[in-house]
């Protein structure tokens, strides 16, 4: 039997890490894609919360990502992106967190795409608006997974790794081009109802 690119392209697996950074707690979670259906392979938090200074935390929290990296290789990750808050202190300390976290997977050449919070609740439960609790449930519901509610920065994390999958087209062709968001996959993935 002689299998087409094509053919095998549907059928390889694809690893997704999400990461929802954070100064004091910190999610992650690690999808699977096969075929089209997604899996959880891991998800959990990094607390913080116990280390004593800024920089401690951000080697712990660098430390744990490349962990994950070199246990599970991932293929992407996909990242919250930075949104704009008042408190600048608070701004700029999320900001190291992202850039610590993106560094792990650069250090290991590994794409990644941000995502805003809105976009990221939009493409997993159809409001951009939703609580953590509803995009906890929707999570479950679309991993087939009994998750923890009490964990709702990693399942954020699995929401942001899901939204990447339903914009599979948001990752750049070549460093240095932009990001094909809003791509027609991802529209198709996020409303085959209306799609005839």
Known sequence: MIITPIASALTKEKIILGVDPGTQIAGYGIISVKGGVMTMIQ???????KYSTYQLKLQKLYETILRLIEEYHPDEMAIEDPFFGKNVQAMLKLGRAQGVVMAAALSRNIPIVE??????KQSVTGN??????QVSQMVSHLLKEKLDPQFFDATDALAIAICH???????????????KKGAWGAFVSENSGRVM
């Open 43 to 49: 998800y959990g938090v990094v607390q913080l919360t």
């Open 165 to 179: 999958h339903f914009h599979e087209n948001a990752l750049p062709v070549a460093p240095g081009k932009k990001t």
């Open 115 to 120: 995502y805003a919070p809105r976009r990221i």
């Open 128 to 133: 951009g608006n939703a609580s953590k609790d």
